[in-house]
């Protein structure tokens, strides 16, 4: 058996062959993107790296880091199969995300690139987040198209939570709510998929829009705890096209959350039927919703890179004196 690399951990008793060791131990992350909306993995059975608001940053920063728009921290537990798979979310700026539809998806094919076996089957399985379980399946392991349940959005002010214009707050339906942004008066749909989104229904959707307004609809007074934001355009009732805003990201060229609230609001204002495509900058993907509202996503992901920090940036990471090689 090949021994531990301090500040990494193996799994107890495995016999592993230099090729699966150098694959399963010395990897200190795994990167993936949906649609150009990436995300980092750390997994804590090839790293001991700590996980950390600080560390978060700094892994996603484009320049001084790997880049991403965020990290998926997991498994938190030992995967079984039949048994809910914990994991963590990160936003780029190192808040929690309770749930990224991409980000799911993107661990989910981690699961099946490393582990294999029930992962890659293409039987359901669960992943587990703060927001709660979402069932996910492998349709083509290959191809990278992976299938992710949302569940139900609620759109009620109080769960969301949105205020009143005087800072009360406000109850009821959150559907087509007046909202003033400096000079534009906007009509919104807001709603929580795990996450809070705020739909803008808009003529044209471009990046120039959503890196003007994004951030002013994000960061409002209304919205004490942020939101996500999509300009949405109705192309037809089949096809939906946006631009988002990420409270915890900044613009995106996708976003799988994103897509399923802009999918969701637009059904519940009559726009769309129960099966649509999702035109993002970074490509589409399909949103099919239930009778009940509930909301499966289907697109692909794809692996962009494996690897280790460089020693100066594990020691930014974990400066730890054992963290050290």
Not at 154 to 176: I, R
Not at 247 to 273: E, P
Not at 314 to 323: F, S
Request: contains cysteine; neutral net charge.
């Amino acid at each position: 058996m090949y021994g531990a690399v301090p500040g990494r951990t193996a799994r107890p008793g495995a016999a592993l062959s230099p090729a699966t060791y150098l694959r399963r131990v010395m990897t200190d992350f795994f990167k993936y993107q949906a649609l150009g909306n990436d995300y980092v993995v750390i997994d804590p059975r090839s790293t001991g790296l700590p996980v950390t608001p600080e560390t978060v940053r700094l892994v996603c920063d484009r320049h001084f880091g790997i880049g991403a728009d965020g990290v998926v921290h997991g498994p938190l537990a030992d995967p079984r199969p039949g048994v809910p798979v914990p994991l963590a979310l990160f936003n780029s700026d190192g808040s929690v995300c309770g749930r990224s539809g991409n980000g799911l998806r993107m661990f989910a094919l981690h699961l099946a690139d490393r582990d294999a076996g029930s992962w890659a089957t293409g039987e359901p399985f669960t992943l587990r987040t703060t927001a709660g379980d979402s069932p996910v399946r492998i349709l083509d392991r290959a191809a990278g198209t992976v299938q992710v349940g949302l569940g139900i959005p609620v759109f009620d002010a109080a769960a969301l939570p949105l205020l009143n214009e005087d800072g009360t707050p406000a109850e009821g339906s959150t559907l087509s709510v007046p909202l003033a942004v400096g000079e534009h008066k906007l009509t919104v749909t807001a709603l929580d998929n795990g996450n809070p989104h705020t739909v803008v229904p808009v003529d044209a959707p471009t990046p120039e829009l959503a890196r003007d307004l994004g951030p002013r609809i994000a960061g409002h007074a209304r919205f004490p705890h942020r939101t996500n934001v999509q300009f949405l355009r109705v192309v037809s009732r089949g096809v939906l096209e946006i631009e988002v805003y990420e409270r915890g990201a900044g613009y995106a060229l996708a976003s799988g959350s994103s897509a399923c609230a802009a999918a969701s609001a637009a059904r519940r204002l009559g726009l769309c039927d129960d099966r649509v495509e999702v035109r993002m900058p970074g490509g589409s993907v399909t949103v099919a919703l239930a009778a009940d509202g509930a909301v499966t996503l289907t697109g692909e992901v794809r692996q962009v890179a494996t690897g280790d920090f460089a020693p100066a940036l594990r020691a930014l990471l974990d400066p730890t004196p054992e963290a050290s090689r």
